[in-house]
């Protein structure tokens, strides 16, 4: 996948990985924004999208991984950096995808 494609592109920070948890934080945000649209879909669909495909896309195990592993060699800085660029970016991007519903709708 992404991260067979990208991670190793830079040595500090898995490329793939933090694509995927930001595509998965922006698909969220529109499951979110469309569901909130979408009273009558039922709890038990919300929850195989939302938690079962969106939550299958994002490498949140991958991600800490990772991070652990930068931690382990000593590389403090760029543990940082990765977990605030993982967590951040992914918040932001769930955020985008919540105001790119409510902008489509009107």
């Given at each position: 996948?992404?991260?067979?494609?990208?991670?190793?592109t830079h040595p500090m920070l898995a490329l793939g990985t933090?694509?995927?948890?930001?595509?998965?934080?922006?698909?969220?945000?529109?499951?979110?924004?469309?569901?909130?649209?979408?009273?009558?879909?039922?709890?038990?669909?919300?929850?195989?999208?939302?938690?079962?495909?969106?939550?299958?896309?994002?490498?949140?195990?991958?991600?800490s991984a990772e991070g652990v592993n930068l931690i382990t060699?000593?590389?403090?800085?760029?543990?940082?950096?990765h977990i605030l660029v993982h967590v951040i970016l992914s918040?932001?991007?769930?955020?985008?995808?919540?105001?790119?519903?409510?902008?489509?709708?009107?």
């Open positions: 996948g992404l991260g067979l494609m990208f991670n190793e933090l694509l995927a948890n930001l595509l998965g934080g922006y698909l969220m945000g529109l499951a979110i924004g469309i569901f909130a649209l979408s009273p009558s879909v039922s709890p038990e669909v919300k929850l195989f999208i939302m938690t079962g495909m969106l939550g299958g896309l994002t490498t949140f195990s991958t991600f060699r000593g590389q403090y800085a760029w543990a940082a950096t918040l932001a991007m769930t955020g985008l995808g919540i105001f790119t519903i409510q902008f489509i709708k009107g």
